[in-house]
């Protein structure tokens, strides 16, 4: 007992408490934002043409993916290699692009993208990459090109806004021009109405002017009737005067 009393269990895996507690740290990978579509494991290569002689180099071992962002709809490939993720292939997947069989194997593709960013600048690339199976060769055949019917259909969409902005845009432009032209009529009718109102005030001034020529004139002849009335009764008091003297006269 006393034997058992003094053995002690080792423990291989002993724990310490760290002396600084450091927070943990968030990476982002930029995949957030986008659906995952396809995860294979492969093998990728590229054509070193500027090398003598001119030969496949391996590029990478890890996981392929085929992304397709949630907003915008575009489709990418997207590849890391073990271990150390360092990216060895990211380009858009155009509609142009076509996945060739490559010779002596139907495990492996071939094509050329004419901007590949693995190396954080935009490059003209002859890539080829080989699957463990036929099966995943062809289920990354299959998912390319649904991932190109997306991105085609998503182009013509963007066309299609274009072009309805532009006309958006020359309909606009017609109603400013009809706007404009408007507001040319109004000023040359107003215009119209102000010399047709000066012209009126003219006139009425004209007729003003006439009927007070006539009123001064017609005022003078009947001044002048007046005139002579009052000399004709003048005269005929006059006349009556010496009448009435001599019958006065006469009368005494």
């Known amino acids: ?18 002396i600084i507690h450091l927070p943990p740290v968030q990476t982002k990978t930029h995949e957030e934002d986008e659906d995952e579509m396809l995860k294979l494991r492969a093998k990728l290569y590229r054509y070193d043409s500027q090398s003598e002689p001119r030969e496949w180099k391996e590029r990478g071992t890890g996981d392929v993916k085929i992304l397709r962002q949630k907003q915008l709809g575009m489709c990418r490939i997207l590849m890391r290699r073990d271990k150390t993720l360092k990216i060895c292939a990211n380009h858009y997947i155009l509609p142009h ?5 490559n010779c ?8 050329s993208t004419p901007a590949d960013f693995a190396d954080e600048e935009p490059k003209a690339e002859l890539l080829a990459i080989r699957f463990a ?37 020359d309909a606009t432009k017609k109603l400013n021009k009809g706007d404009r032209s408007t507001t040319a009529e109004e000023k040359v009718t107003e215009k119209n109405g102000t010399v047709k109102e000066k012209e009126n005030d003219i006139a009425t001034e004209g007729k003003g002017t006439k009927a007070t020529v006539k009123g001064e004139e017609a005022k003078s002849e009947v001044l ?12 005929d008091k006059g006349s009556g005067e010496a009448k009435f003297d001599s019958a006065n006269t006469k009368s005494d």
Do not use: C, Y
Not at 104 to 111: K, Q
Not at 144 to 150: R, S, T
């Open 1 to 18: 007992m006393s034997d058992e009393k003094d053995e002690v269990i080792e423990n291989p895996d002993p724990h310490f408490e760290p």
């Open 97 to 101: 692009l076509e996945l060739k069989p």
């Open 104 to 111: 002596g194997s139907d495990r492996a593709w071939v094509w």
């Open 133 to 169: 199976n036929v099966e995943n060769a062809q289920k990354f055949k299959e998912i390319f090109d649904e991932a190109k019917q997306i991105m085609e259909n998503r182009m013509k969409n963007v066309e299609k806004g274009d072009i309805a902005r532009n006309d958006s845009k």
């Open 224 to 235: 002048e009737k007046l005139e002579k009335m009052t000399v004709k009764d003048d005269t």
